[in-house]
């Protein structure tokens, strides 16, 4: 049986972490938020940053670099329409893949071009941590093992823009949802029906690396889980545990 912990703290907390970030895809205002998250998961041993220092566009990143730690690196725009960017982080993050010091990696972009440099990082037996917009396309999403939408560290900065809590009615609506919940129940629970709900935010992950009760306006899996209004949470023991109602209690 899984043991009790948020979906998202999987990691050991004493794991190496390489954070790279792309400059050209990711915004200065998030990184306090973005160290904050990832420190959930282990430690930022590297934090690099790749662009073109050169160019005006990048100069609010600059004032935050010496404050967060983060060594930038300089890479120059050699063709028009081409992303040297891209191409440098790659190569630094299979040469950090390569020496076996870290557990994990962070990618910070919205760029789809980083889809099989987290697929590879996988293949290794080395966790991915993906950070982006809602706008980043499904497939990097899909090929990290946990991806964190930078809107909802934005939120947590700027109560305006909190994600609207979803009320019960349009949270048992979301068939997806409702699924994955279920399915995640089913794969962790014992004979009685119950499992550990860490064992579940756990799973469900698995089927969707972006899930996050902060996508649906609840900081907690628990929380969510009780606002669908389909499952029971039992807090009685030490481990808070999880599952469906009986059909005639919904």
Known sequence: MPTNMDSRSEANPQDNLAVLIDADNAKPAVIERLLAEIAKYG????????????????????????EY????????????GKNATDSALIIDAMDLLYTGRFAGFCLVSSDSDFTRLASRIREEGKRVYGFGEKKTPRAFVSACDKFIYTEVLMAETEPGKTPQTRTAK?????????????AAIEAASDDSGWAHLGGVGNNIVKQAPEFD?????????????????LFEIDRKSQMVLIREKPHGHR
Do not use: C
Request: charged share 20%.
């Open 43 to 66: 430690i930022a041993s590297v934090r690099r940053i790749y662009g073109d220092w050169t160019t005006p566009q990048l100069g609010s990143w600059k004032s935050v670099l010496l």
């Open 69 to 80: 730690s983060i060594h930038p690196v300089q890479q120059f725009r050699y063709t028009t």
């Open 170 to 182: 349009d949270l048992r609506g979301d068939a997806r949802l409702v699924n994955m919940f279920r």
């Open 213 to 229: 009760p902060r996508n649906y306006g609840f900081k907690k899996l628990g929380e969510l889980a009780a606002a669908i209004g």
